[in-house]
């Protein structure tokens, strides 16, 4: 049995679940809707507050599937319910960021600056203190989505080893290198 597939998924209060014959997933919560479609394979029951997926047999394919689809429906309850969050630092000399409305504008030493469109579905938040790095935060019910977009504005600005220069993740460690040493 798999180890993550086999957990049931709690259902917080507020969080509506609907299973239809095609084994699509809608999960309502206060923050939105999500849908998920499930492999016919899988069955998905709600019972007793919590989601309880299982599958028909041990074949590869289904215990890999198995714990696909629970993680996806266990990220939606909690997308629904809570929200994601994820916190990028922009470290570099004349780094910065605004949002105005939707778009992302970033001033990341090139010679232009780039302007990139959120998703609706995403928020994005800047905070900067004097003399200290800007923090770019962005919020969404969606995770694969919210990963797809930090992701996408990280590779503008990979960090690099010497210098600690790029865009950072929160609480990421990045190795650092030692750089070239001057020849007696």
């Known amino acids: 049995m798999s180890r993550i597939g086999k957990l049931p998924i709690n259902i917080p209060q507020?969080?509506?679940?609907?299973?239809?014959?095609?084994?699509?997933?809608?999960?309502?919560?206060?923050?939105?809707?999500?849908?998920?479609?499930?492999?016919?394979?899988?069955?998905?029951?709600?019972?007793?507050?919590?989601?309880?997926?299982?599958?028909p047999s041990d074949s590869k394919n289904h215990r890999a599937m198995h714990g696909l689809y629970r993680s996806l429906l266990n990220n939606m309850v909690v997308g629904v319910s809570e929200?994601?969050?994820?916190?990028?630092e922009f470290n570099g000399v004349g780094y910065k960021v605004a949002v105005q409305g939707n778009v992302l504008d970033m001033s990341l030493g090139f010679s232009h600056d780039i302007l990139m469109e959120l998703p609706p579905e995403v928020s994005a938040e800047v905070k900067q203190e004097k003399r200290q790095n800007p923090f770019l935060t962005l919020t969404s019910m969606d995770k694969q989505l919210l990963g797809q977009v930090a992701a996408k504005i990280r590779s503008f600005r990979l960090p690099e080893p010497y210098k600690g220069k790029?865009?950072?993740f929160e609480g990421e460690q990045i190795r650092r290198?030692?750089?070239?040493?001057?020849?007696a």
């Open 14 to 55: 507020g969080v509506e679940i609907k299973v239809d014959k095609n084994n699509l997933v809608t999960v309502k919560g206060k923050l939105g809707k999500l849908e998920q479609q499930v492999n016919p394979d899988i069955k998905v029951e709600v019972k007793d507050n919590n989601i309880i997926l299982t599958r």
């Open 83 to 88: 929200g994601f969050k994820i916190v990028m």
């Open 166 to 168: 790029g865009i950072i």
């Open 177 to 183: 290198k030692e750089g070239k040493k001057a020849s």
